[in-house]
């Protein structure tokens, strides 16, 4: 999926089948839902893509504390743009991975 066929099923009630639990979870943070977002990173936790997305989640959330720790699971530096760039970017690395 491209980044822009993923953009475009944010109109959808539902995000597309076959979505990995992180790109599911930026996939209903966009659609407001963060208790489902948290929801989907929390079923693959060991995974540093997904604690990627957890932190991003605590960050957008203001739980600071809670979103460096999963920074530091994930390997990654503590973000410090605006949430919509996080946002981007996350998306767009998972799904030039995928």
């Given at each position: ?23 599911q ?18 079923a ?7 604690a ?26 503590v ?20």
């Amino acid at each position: 999926m491209t980044f822009d066929e993923f953009k475009a099923s944010l109109g959808s009630p539902e995000p597309p089948p076959g979505l990995d639990p992180a790109l599911q979870a930026l996939w209903w943070d966009a659609q407001g839902n963060w208790e489902r977002a948290h929801t989907c990173v929390q079923a693959n936790e060991a995974d540093p893509i997904s604690a990627w997305v957890h932190a991003y989640l605590h960050r957008k959330e203001g739980d600071l504390a809670n979103a460096a720790y999963w920074y530091r699971r994930a390997g990654r530096p503590v973000a410090r743009e605006g949430l919509e760039a996080e946002w981007l970017a996350i998306a767009a690395a998972l799904l030039s991975e995928a």
